[in-house]
């Protein structure tokens, strides 16, 4: 893939939490109503993110026809939005709630509605509170990404950050 991110050389390794969930089992939703995640909304990306071993996640998404942009493919929004969700889950496994602070997304190939778009996220390490994630996605060969991203995510308070817009959150 061609990126021009390099993440920090002094990355501090992590580990994984204790109370992680194992290696196959289902990252639990960080709420109901979340794009991304959320069983609730009728339109969503719906996505059930898998913890596999050490700091790796992994995640299938079929692609809906709601989701085109181009004629006959996907829209790099939804794209990117489904690698948001991929990575800014994987921070669980450390025991850390995250948001995004920088994503960035190489399209390496056109992705047909109809297919089922698999990806895999590995946590690269940590330099204070940002988190560094790496993720490819493809369509059925591993050899053979059709997306690429790198991210930044930073370490939050839940409560502190999300207090000013608690009150205005969605309940379906
Ligand atoms: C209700 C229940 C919820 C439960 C929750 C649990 C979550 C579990 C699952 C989540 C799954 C979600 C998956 C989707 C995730 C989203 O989509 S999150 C939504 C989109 N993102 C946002 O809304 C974030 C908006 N931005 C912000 O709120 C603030 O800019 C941030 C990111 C919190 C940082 O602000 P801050 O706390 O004041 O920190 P600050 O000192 O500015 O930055 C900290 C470090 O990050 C760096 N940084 C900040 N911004 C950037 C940037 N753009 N690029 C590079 N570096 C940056 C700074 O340079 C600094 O680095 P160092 O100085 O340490 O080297």
Do not use: N
């Not at 990575?87 to 109809?114: K, R, W």
């Amino acid at each position: 893939m061609k990126h021009a991110f390099v993440p920090p050389a002094d990355l501090e390794p992590l580990q994984r939490h204790p109370k992680a969930a194992a290696p196959g089992h289902h990252i639990d939703l960080h709420h109901s109503t979340c794009f991304g995640c959320g069983d609730d909304v009728p339109l969503g990306l719906h996505l059930k993110v898998i913890a596999g071993d050490g700091l790796t996640v992994s995640a299938d998404m079929p692609v809906a026809s709601w989701m085109q942009g181009g004629p006959g493919v996907i829209h790099g929004g939804v794209l990117s939005a489904a690698f948001d969700e991929v990575m800014g889950t994987s921070p669980l496994l450390i025991g850390s709630a995250v948001v995004t602070a920088h994503l960035e997304i190489d399209f390496a190939e056109p992705i047909p509605l109809g297919s089922t778009l698999h990806f895999d996220a590995r946590i690269l390490g940590r330099q204070r509170r940002k988190v560094y994630i790496a993720s490819v996605a493809h369509i059925g060969d591993p050899e053979r990404p059709v997306a690429s991203a790198h991210s930044i995510f930073v370490t939050i308070d839940v409560k502190e950050h999300f207090a000013e817009h608690y009150d205005k959150r969605v309940i379906l």
